[in-house]
């Protein structure tokens, strides 16, 4: 079973602070994916990644960074957290890209920005 | 504009009811559509998918989904829900000639027993 693991469940900031949050998958997957998930917003593609060192924009990546040096590592920086960036922040990977093999979602990371 | 609706924001059942949720998006050429559902404190699960051919989908846990082109539809459905399917359900699409999965905003499904 694949399995993708992000390292936090919870995490409380400071405004200001920059913000880490760490992914990895077991499987080998070629593609990685940032989202954020907020009520009655869906999930919004932050950043997606589709090989080492590769990065794409996704829909709202205003104040988002990634890094992906591994294959199976892909993490999520924000450079300067802010209050609005208070969210549940979703990590996947898949196989082939977005639509050709279902997405494999880690449990989440619930960040507070104070 | 070009989206993915899922009307319902919140949906109650008893245990042992069907249930229908409802998916709507407004593409031109029919896109690519799936169910995820996320269970508490869970990531999201694929349930099942559409890509063409037979537009009833079965899928896991008992869930299964029909496309109907003429309502732009992909409801999803199971004839009996069971206390452990309360979860949030999200419907995604894929529109055509993209690699941009969207997903709609979401229906938190409670059931009572």
């Not at chain 1, 869906?42 to 060192?53: A, C, E, H, N, W």
């Not at chain 1, 590592?73 to 969210?87: D, G, H, K, Y």
């Not at chain 2, 409802?22 to 890509?51: D, E, H, I, M």
Request: with cysteine; proline share 4%.
């Amino acid at each position: 079973d694949v399995k993708v693991t992000q390292s936090s469940r919870y995490l409380v900031k400071r405004t200001g602070e920059k913000v880490f949050l760490e992914c990895v998958q077991d499987m080998d997957h070629e593609n990685m994916f940032w989202y954020r998930q907020d009520p009655g917003l869906g999930l919004r593609l932050i950043y997606f990644s589709y090989d080492v060192k590769m990065k794409e924009k996704g829909d709202i990546p205003e104040g988002y960074s990634v890094s992906r040096e591994k294959k199976e590592r892909f993490s999520l920086i924000l450079e300067s957290a802010s209050t609005n960036q208070t969210s549940m922040y979703l990590c996947a990977s898949s196989f082939e890209f977005q639509g050709e093999s279902p997405l494999h979602f880690g449990n989440g990371t619930r960040l507070t920005v104070t | 504009a070009q989206s993915v609706t899922q009307p319902d924001i919140h949906i109650t059942v008893s245990e042992g009811a069907s249930l229908e949720l409802r998916c709507n998006y407004s593409y031109g050429a029919t896109p690519y559509l799936f169910w995820y559902v996320q269970s508490p404190g869970q990531g999201l699960q694929l349930l099942l998918k559409y890509f063409s051919g037979d537009t009833l989908v079965q899928g896991i846990k008992g869930f299964e989904a029909e496309f109907k082109r003429s309502q732009s539809s992909f409801n999803l459905r199971k004839p009996s829900v069971h206390w452990s399917d309360a979860a949030e359900y999200f419907c995604a699409v894929v529109p055509h000639n993209t690699d941009k999965l969207i997903f709609g905003t979401g229906t938190r499904l409670q059931v009572f027993p």
